[in-house]
């Protein structure tokens, strides 16, 4: 078997010491919880309460884009930031009015900026390198205006793969390809109840390494 | 202060039984020179107040001081309120508007055979300032101070704690539904102490505050903090593209249920609903059908041929600012 570096051979490629990362996806979306609308009932001695008119509230699945950089720590450790946007759109289901008022879902589009830093280990299997990760971030999320801003917290633990573009030397030595499957829990937030579960993210790309 | 700048006004009186529509939190205001001022006490020293020493059965003096001073204590223990009182002992004396005196005590009406308690003001013409307040309790009707209420007896502290929401300038709230009971209205839920009728006698659930009453009082006594803390949000109520007036914009927080609201109060129905704690809320309008409208909003103008609607916007209240543009249309009933 020729040597690795001699001309027409393929080698096991190392892994980048910096990669920038440019993702597209998909972030889900999940249920909020409900809130009814209540009044004080007049009863005696005191009151219990009746409702107005019922809410459950969404947000929906919504496109995102997503930039990373990585850094190589040691072997198949690297650090990893990044910053995601998404649209998703939030969804307020009213109903059950007591006047009778036809039910009706209240919108509002919301801008999501989150920021994370995580760490990712690899495992590099010839061109492919399939990797876990997991890490945390802060989140943002602005309403239709965006002059209204509700902040929180992200955590969140994936899997996902890398596939080199070519091993090389050249300009698809430093290319690759990447999918990654994310389990994501928000707190605070848009979140209206204390009983919100996991979300998820799916995202794939491009991947420049250095 | 002369008398030249003095003018008395007998205002709101929370019944048993009433024409008086719903409505939200809302401030009592006077024109001066063309110009709306919303009515409040000076700021810088608290509101001194004087206690009749008539007695009802089953309401001692000493009950009825102790009672009035808990009613007080209620609204001054709003922790985004600056307003404070100050007891100043009792008297034998009537009730007398003009006299400098802010005086609550038990008056027999038995002709008011709807009014349970009401409250004048004297005004400063002039600055627009609160200058006294007296609140009478029609001796007419039973009443208790007992601590977990009576059954048959109207709870004085509930019934004081209205008043005196109506003594430092809040006028009455819409929120409630009522029934039509012969001439009249029953209430059958309520959102707020400054509902304009009353519950049923037993009842003592009139003893504390709603969020709508909190942002009311907050917003015009607002200690240092209060414009930063919450929110709030103007727009416009249409039907076919004309502003409605007179209709009734509640918010509901979709965190906490809160639920706090205002009237549309000109030609172009425009509302403007403040205190609204910071998040996500949605809006509702209603007219004002559950009675009278006249006795509460003047004029005939008041539309209440809609039908109730919501916004169809899922809207921010920012924290220390204000979510504007909202428009909500409606269409006839």
């Known amino acids: 078997m020729p040597a690795c570096g001699q001309p027409g051979t393929d080698c096991a490629p190392r892994a980048h010491r910096v990669e920038v990362s440019v993702l597209g996806g998909v972030v889900g979306g999940g249920d909020l919880g409900s ?6 009932t007049n009863e005696v001695p005191t009151a219990g309460r009746s409702s107005l008119f019922t809410t459950r509230s969404a947000i929906g699945q919504a496109p995102l884009v997503e930039g990373r950089l ?9 650090v990893e930031g990044g910053v995601s946007y998404a649209r998703p759109e939030l969804s307020v289901d009213i109903s059950a009015d007591v006047e009778g008022a036809p039910n009706v879902t209240a919108t509002s589009r919301l801008t999501q900026v989150v920021g994370d830093v995580g760490l990712q280990y690899r495992w590099t299997l010839g061109r492919v390198a399939p990797f876990v990760m997991a890490g945390g971030g802060y989140l943002r999320q602005l309403d239709e205006p965006r002059t209204t801003a509700e902040t929180g917290w992200m955590g969140y633990g994936g899997a996902g793969a890398l596939i080199r573009l070519g091993t090389r030397p050249g300009v698809w030595q430093h290319l690759a390809v990447r999918g990654d499957v994310r389990v994501l829990w928000l707190r605070d937030g848009i979140i209206l109840d204390d009983q919100r579960g996991p979300t998820y993210q799916a995202t794939a790309g491009l991947v420049v390494g250095f | 202060m002369s008398q030249a700048r003095r003018v008395s006004v007998l205002v709101a009186i929370l019944a048993v039984l009433s024409a008086i529509p719903t ?20 700021e ?17 003096a000493a009950d009825f001081r102790d009672t009035i001073a808990r009613a ?7 922790p985004s309120s600056s307003i404070r009182f100050a007891p100043a002992g009792d008297t034998t004396r009537p009730l007398s508007d003009n006299d400098g005196i802010t005086m609550l005590a038990y008056a027999n009406r038995p002709e008011l055979d709807r009014t349970l308690g009401a409250t004048s003001y004297t005004i400063d013409i002039i600055a627009g300032a609160l200058l006294e ?11 208790s101070a007992a601590p977990g209420g009576q059954a048959g007896r109207f709870d004085l502290e509930s019934i004081a704690t209205h008043e005196i929401g109506h003594l430092i300038g809040l006028g009455h709230s819409a929120l409630g539904e009522t029934e039509v009971v012969g001439s009249g209205r029953r209430v059958l839920s309520a959102g707020a102490v400054m509902f304009p009728i009353a519950f049923s006698p037993g009842n003592i659930d009139g003893r504390r505050l709603q969020p709508d009453d909190i942002a009311g009082i907050s917003d015009i006594y607002p200690d240092g903090t209060f414009r930063q803390e919450t929110g709030s949000i103007s727009g416009r109520v249409t039907r076919g593209g004309l502003g ?11 965190r906490t249920g809160a639920l706090v609201g205002g009237f549309t109060l000109d030609d172009s129905g425009t509302f403007v609903l403040a205190g609204i704690e910071p998040g996500p809320v949605v809006l509702r309008v209603e007219p004002l059908d559950d009675g009278d409208v006249a006795s509460f909003i003047e004029g005939p103008r008041v539309d209440v041929g809609f039908a109730v609607a919501f916004s169809p916007r899922a809207i921010f209240v920012p924290r220390g600012g204000n979510a504007p543009d909202v428009t909500i249309d409606v269409v006839g009933k």
């Open chain 1, 35 to 40: 809130t009814d609308a209540t009044l004080l």
């Open chain 1, 70 to 78: 990585g850094v190589r720590l040691v072997r198949g450790w690297f």
């Open chain 2, 23 to 42: 409505s939200a939190y809302l401030k009592f205001g006077y024109r001066i020179n063309g110009q709306s001022v919303v009515l409040k006490w000076p």
């Open chain 2, 44 to 60: 810088g020293r608290p509101v001194s107040y004087v206690v009749g020493t008539r007695e009802t059965t089953g309401v001692s």
């Open chain 2, 72 to 78: 007080f204590a209620t609204w001054e223990n709003v």
């Open chain 2, 133 to 143: 307040a007296d609140v009478f309790f029609n001796a007419a009707f039973p009443w």
């Open chain 2, 244 to 254: 409605v007036f007179g209709a009734h914009v509640v918010a509901m927080h979709l």
